[in-house]
């Protein structure tokens, strides 16, 4: 891979084959960004990975034992890391994704070297405040080491200011691939997922991508969903793409509420096929208890999918009420309920969200004018 002076080093808690968020969104905008390079260091977590990988622009450095308990020692790993290539390399600036582990060896980094300028995006999805004592201690710490701050959301804008209002936070949003999420799939290949999934003709699809742990109130969902199985008014299905340590008590709670087969369990889904589940769906729902931004939302709304969240982190940001989505209670599987039935009953609704929440999405949420706004921040640190 040839390597030019605009390089950055830049720090992750997790990286390929990891995705999340962050992961995504560090690819997202590298791969539109051709003529910057970015030496990413992160943890190993597994032997099965390479110590250095390159993929185009991106040279990937894993540190550790190939343990998965790899991140607990990556401040310190991360940091020697970066100290050896500092040594062999030029960079102007530090960048770090999440005031977490990755953050610390940033930190640290920087603090050695005061010459480099240190870029904190924020995209915590978690609720920061009823984390630990020691992990909200370390986070207050590394923002108001960070000299420019980029965050997600408001949400996350005004959690930042709260420890560092002299630095300059910029909200810079994750976005959608739309090329991706708002192409058009044949009848054919749409009936033949749906088959697969056991999805019947005329049956609705309530849909939920979501890693399953208890952020993401999935377990409210499947209360939502059995509220409206009652009285039997609606034919549908509900289907959860993604897995996660409550995968096993949420199928239990199912079939305790006697959904049976009405539930499906589809896994992991790569981002390539996921439109296609967007696509074969009338409604996506996750009743979040926290939420940094919500990536899933934006691409069920570039799919077409109407959404229905919660009034709580970053969501407000993009969801507007009866204009954009829908808002739910959180942890109200009754209230859930009704508006689920809502927008699966009124047709006019349902079709002026997907219009508004696609419209939305296209002027604020693609990546290629996300990639644009860090080059301008890269720009301007360097």
């Not at 090329?179 to 939920?208: C, H, M, R, T």
């Not at 219009?355 to 290629?368: E, F, G, P, S």
């Amino acid at each position: 891979m040839e390597r030019n002076s605009n390089r950055i080093l830049l720090f992750t808690t997790a990286f390929r084959p990891f995705i999340g968020g962050s992961e995504l969104a560090i690819e997202e905008i590298a791969k539109r960004l051709p003529n910057v390079n970015f030496d990413i260091i992160t943890p190993r977590y597994t032997r099965k990975l390479k110590k250095l990988e390159d993929f185009g622009n991106m040279r990937v450095f894993r540190v550790g034992w190939g343990w998965s308990s790899d991140k607990f020692f990556f401040p310190m790993g991360g940091f020697l890391k970066a100290r050896k290539l500092v040594k062999h390399n030029s960079y102007e600036m530090v960048h770090a994704y999440q005031a977490s582990y990755g953050a610390g060896a940033a930190w640290l980094l920087r603090f050695f070297n005061p010459r480099l300028k240190f870029i904190l995006t924020l995209q915590e999805g978690k609720n920061l405040e009823q984390q630990g004592f020691w992990i909200n201690f370390f986070r207050k710490k590394i923002i108001k080491k960070a000299d420019q701050i980029t965050v997600i959301s408001n949400y996350l804008k005004d959690y930042a200011k709260k420890f560092n209002k002299n630095v300059k936070i910029t909200i810079i949003p994750n976005g959608v691939d739309l090329d991706n999420f708002s192409k058009e799939y044949s009848y054919g290949e749409l009936s033949e997922l749906a088959d697969y999934l056991g999805v019947k003709p005329g049956e609705k699809v309530i849909v939920s991508v979501s890693r399953l742990v208890p952020k993401n109130g999935v377990d409210v969902l499947i209360g939502a969903f059995a509220e409206i199985c009652k009285p039997k008014i609606i034919n549908c299905k509900l289907l959860l793409v993604g897995d996660g340590p409550e995968g096993e008590s949420l199928k239990f709670k199912a079939k305790s509420l006697k959904l049976g087969d009405r539930v499906i369990f589809a896994g992991s889904v790569s981002h390539d096929e996921l439109p296609k589940y967007l696509k074969i769906s009338d409604v996506f729902v996750r009743p979040s208890r926290s939420e940094g931004l919500g990536s899933a939302f934006l691409e069920a709304m570039a799919a077409g999918t109407p959404v229905i969240g919660t009034k709580i982190g970053g969501i407000p940001d993009f969801l507007k009420n009866n204009e954009t989505g829908l808002f739910a209670e959180i942890d109200n599987p009754e209230n859930l309920a009704e508006k689920i039935n809502l927008i699966l009953t009124d047709k006019e609704l349902h079709e002026k969200i997907i219009k508004n929440a696609q419209d939305l999405v296209v002027q604020k949420y693609d990546w290629n004018k996300i990639a644009i706004q860090f080059k301008e921040l890269y720009e301007f640190q360097i």
